[in-house]
């Protein structure tokens, strides 16, 4: 599992708090200070069935900005902006083993990305001895 956050982030930090309490093994990346590039975004809105623009924080977007038209012709265009200014982009984002990517800002998509990440650990742990 791996949790992209901001350690200056309420949310970021109750998050990490969960996935802890549930005894879930994740990676940090702090993404402020190692920027996910566009194809990495690609990769997560389309994990998360959404529009790069749903990623975005609208009022650091503005800051930043960022004022290009919500529409398929300008996707790779907020791809780029994202990128290129990460505190643009919606946190803590945390992808499960399995694939599954959640905004995690509400208790029922930590529960999602928690349950996932606990399936997939015991599909993948060696089976124990007989009895």
Sequence with gaps: M??????A???????????DAAGTDYTVRRYLEDPPTADELAAVV?????????????KEAREAGIDLPR???HRDAWLAALAAHPRAIQRPIITAADG?????RDPDSLRAVIDAETVQERLTRPPGPSS
């Design 9 to 19: 982030c309420s949310k970021c930090r109750t998050a990490v708090a969960e996935l």
């Design 71 to 73: 529409d398929a012709g």
């Design 100 to 104: 599954t990517t959640v905004v995690g």
């Design 2 to 7: 791996e949790i992209w956050l901001n350690p």
């Design 46 to 58: 389309d994990r998360l069935g959404v529009d790069p623009w749903h990623l975005a924080r609208d």
